[in-house]
Every structure is written in structure tokens, then in C-alpha cells.
């Protein structure tokens, strides 16, 4: 799982920079574009780079847990940060093309990032013996 995370967090980093050259390209670096929609796409590719370099720290420092129930807990933590990457990825896209300013994409994505950091912290913890 560490080594998936590592993998995968450089993987997103690239495709931050490719969104990156998307909008210099595409969008002239978003010049002139209204407000909305370039807040919008600034902030979705904010958030490829927040969860490329969240997986990248997961992967870094990431130990095995001995109990079962932790290994799950940890388990179920990466599959929703990992699910929540790929949301984001697609909110950049989605999201930006809408017409309005709602970005279910994105909420969604972001939800998923905090249950998943939660399920790792949660994994964390240790039975107390006496």
C-alpha cells in the first residue's frame, strides 16, 4: 500500500502539471476569463496538487498496523483518498464546464479526502492494556 500510494501520488502530481499546461495552452492562463469560472478552475487544480502530495505523504510515511481492524481501518482510508484523488481529477474537467457554480465533484472529493484521513488516524489508535 505504501509503495500504491508513492506510485500514484507522482501520477497525480503529473496530472496536476498537465492541468497546469491546459490552462496556459487552452485558456491563456485563464486571462480575461470571468470571475467564476476562473476561481473555479484555480482552485479544482489546487486540489489535484493537495491530494497528489497527500498521497505522496501517506505513502512516505505509512506503517503497517499490527491488528486486523487497523490494517482495515487503514485499508478503507487509502481507497477513499485514492477515489477522492480521481474525483478531483474529474471536478477539474466537470465541474469547471458547468454554467453555474456548484461543483458536486469537487464537495464530493473533498468529503471522501476527510473520511479517508480520519479512517488512518482512527487506525491509529491502540486498545489500552492494563
Known amino acids: 500500500m505504501k509503495l500504491l ?5 507522482v501520477a497525480v502530481l503529473i496530472v496536476f502539471l498537465l492541468t497546469g499546461q491546459y490552462m496556459d495552452r487552452y485558456f ?8 467564476g469560472p476562473r476561481l473555479l478552475y484555480r482552485t479544482r487544480h ?5 491530494s497528489g502530495l497527500l498521497n505522496v505523504g501517506i505513502g512516505a510515511y505509512l ?3 499490527p491488528e486486523r481492524w487497523q490494517r482495515i481501518l487503514q485499508l478503507l482510508g487509502s481507497i477513499f483518498i ?3 484523488s480521481l474525483l478531483l481529477i474529474l471536478a ?3 465541474d469547471t464546464t458547468r ?3 456548484r461543483a458536486p465533484l469537487s ?4 468529503y471522501a479526502i476527510a473520511v479517508g484521513t480520519l479512517f488512518h488516524l482512527f487506525s491509529s489508535l491502540r486498545e489500552r492494556r492494563d
Open 5 to 9: 500510494h508513492i506510485i500514484f501520488g
Open 28 to 35: 491563456h492562463h485563464l486571462v480575461g476569463m470571468p470571475d
Open 46 to 50: 489546487i486540489f489535484i496538487l493537495f
Open 63 to 65: 506503517v503497517q498496523r
Open 82 to 84: 485514492t477515489l477522492a
Open 92 to 94: 477539474f474537467f466537470y
Open 99 to 101: 454554467g453555474d457554480l
Open 107 to 110: 464537495h464530493w472529493g473533498i
